[in-house]
């Protein structure tokens, strides 16, 4: 069994969130109590967690970053946070409109001309689409994308990935699943964002997030490149133990599938879903975003871009990936807190990641609810019971609004 390891952090850093000491320690206790049942279980290693609420956030750990190594969480723990990284592209795509380098209702094919002759599927056969691909039908799902070419073979360490510019002409000669707009499917239209960022600022995608948005919001354990020291800090990514392997364990160590072998060898960045990053550095972007663009004096968005990205954009078509929700750019948007949703404010806005990852941003309460762990094939992710448990847990930790 994994050992009741747990430790609550108040962050009084300057470069996170100006802190008092948190009051009603029993209910910040709540919060790793919610997780440690599901350590106790096998069904994670640990977790770290984080509450932002108006100026002051609390980190919370459970578990084990690593089990054979017995190593325990961290605060500093580095994650693999897949598509939470969709979010952070979105935002470059509206800072660039805020610039007035783009919009999001402009045709993809102004800056890809690859799409100007996408098509769309009819029975056996393809027609034009009745109106342009647009950005904000990348942006919510709304597009109808073909999935992306898999990995390629190689004989070489690692094997290769397909760049954004492959990846991206290959999806322009793919058709579309349905009319742009019509209809919801979640698809890489973030990584073709991804492509797109790299046309209109000139630089190179990762190295666009790097200048405009981690750097000045001091976030500088967010990488798709974890260098050697913070790889000491990686969170083990767990999947569970299958046929032929021991049932007395139920966890078993999978590689993380945007490193390289080495921390020299670097793969080309995913949009959709390459981020590795901490609690630490989530907190500032969120505070930012939940902040109306700004923080600490540096604004990164217009006010009037946060309300866009963070309020419904995807109009009435029904959406994943739980009841009540629609899309906004880059957001999930709750609609009608129901399920595991219940506990949130209607309007609350967020994002998941296939290795359990989540976070909501809940304007009402001005608070944001993280969790950060690292476990393959969780049943029903987006509905899960660990998920429900840590939200009520946190939302029961706040004041009532």
Not at 225 to 247: F, I, M, N, V
Not at 371 to 399: C, E, H, T, W, Y
Request: aromatic share 8%; charged share 20%; glycine share 10%.
């Amino acid at each position: 069994m994994i050992p009741r390891l747990f430790t609550a952090v108040l962050f009084s850093l300057p470069a996170l969130l100006p802190a008092e000491d948190p009051s009603g320690a029993a209910v910040w206790a709540g919060i790793p109590r919610s997780l440690q049942t599901f350590v106790d279980h096998g069904d994670i290693a640990g977790a770290v967690t984080l509450v932002i609420h108006e100026d002051r956030a609390i980190v919370q750990t459970v578990g084990l970053a690593d089990l054979e190594s017995r190593r325990p969480m961290r605060e500093d723990a580095l994650f693999a946070i897949a598509s939470m990284t969709k979010p952070i592209t979105a935002t470059a795509v509206l800072k660039l409109q805020g610039e007035g380098k783009l919009s999001v209702l402009d045709p993809v094919a102004k800056y890809l001309p690859a799409f100007a002759n996408v098509t769309v599927k009819e029975g056996d056969s393809t027609r034009p689409p009745k109106r342009p691909l647009t950005i904000l039908d990348l942006m919510t799902h709304t597009a109808g994308l073909a999935q992306p070419p898999r990995r390629q073979a190689s004989d070489g360490d690692p094997k290769p990935w397909p760049t954004l510019e492959e990846t991206t002409a290959y999806l322009a000669q793919q058709p579309l699943a349905f009319e742009p707009g019509s209809k919801w499917q979640y698809s890489s239209g973030m990584t073709v964002c991804g492509r797109l960022i790299e046309v209109v600022s000139g630089q190179s995608y990762d190295a666009y997030l790097d200048e405009q948005l981690f750097r000045p919001l001091g976030m500088t354990d967010t990488t798709f490149y974890p260098d050697a020291s913070q790889r000491l800090r990686l969170a083990t990514l767990y999947k569970p133990s299958g046929k032929g392997e021991d049932p007395s364990v139920p966890l078993v160590a999978t590689p993380h599938i945007y490193l390289g072998s080495s921390p020299g060898i670097k793969l080309p960045p995913n949009p959709s879903g390459g981020l590795f990053t901490t609690a630490h550095d989530l907190g500032r972007f969120y505070r930012m975003i939940l902040r109306g663009g700004e923080l600490d004096g540096v604004r990164i968005l217009p006010e009037a871009a946060v309300r866009q990205m963070t309020t419904v954009q995807s109009g009435e078509v029904v959406t994943g990936f739980t009841p009540g929700n629609g899309w906004g750019l880059g957001w999930c948007v709750v609609r009608q807190p129901q399920g595991v949703s219940a506990m949130l404010s209607p309007g609350t806005f967020g994002h998941g990641g296939a290795w359990g990852t989540q976070a909501w941003l809940d304007p009402r309460r001005k608070a944001a609810f993280v969790l950060l762990i690292q476990r393959l094939g969780l049943p029903n992710s987006d509905g899960s019971d660990m998920r429900a448990a840590f939200q009520q847990a946190a939302v029961k930790a706040l004041p009532v609004p």
